[in-house]
């Protein structure tokens, strides 16, 4: 029996595969370190999954630190269920290291929109931090319960009155008689 239900840890001889398809594959982690899950976009690259953040206009990374360790989750892609859980170790990069300029040359492919083109290499060396987080722990048994939490406050809303001129304006006010 190769399935992960044969092994007591949930450890199967597929798991480093495993976690680094999943991981390559999927758009998104979601990353636990001391604080909330947060999902993270990211880089598979050399056996790891690279992280930017921490700067202005960069995703915030709460939690990680280098030397500590972190929960990632993936999802599959297709469905969105949770796929495998892996430990990770967090190491920081120190910016302009020969590991930082290769974790920066991938990274920098998969960043969209930034309001600095080129230059964000450079902006990421001076105001952000870029993390390694590198599997452990090949895979985690999922809990039976959904994970689900309450979002994070924040002052963002879609709720709000509707204009009182916007029926009028999308011609949705009074018809008029002919």
Known sequence: MNDASAHPTGDAPLGPALVEEATRKSGLIWVRGTGPDRAL?????????????????????????????????????????????????????APGSEDWEAAVGELKGKRLNAPDGERMTERWGRECRVLRLEPRESTIDHPEDSLAAAPLSTPATTRRPVPAALPRLLGLGRRRRR
């Open 41 to 93: 976009w990211h880089v598979w690259h050399g056996g790891a999954a690279y992280v930017v953040g921490d700067g202005p206009g960069e995703q915030p990374l709460p939690g990680l630190s280098g030397g500590s360790t972190a929960v990632v989750t993936v999802r599959s892609k297709d469905k969105g269920g949770r796929l495998v859980s892996w430990t990770a170790a967090v190491t920081e990069l």
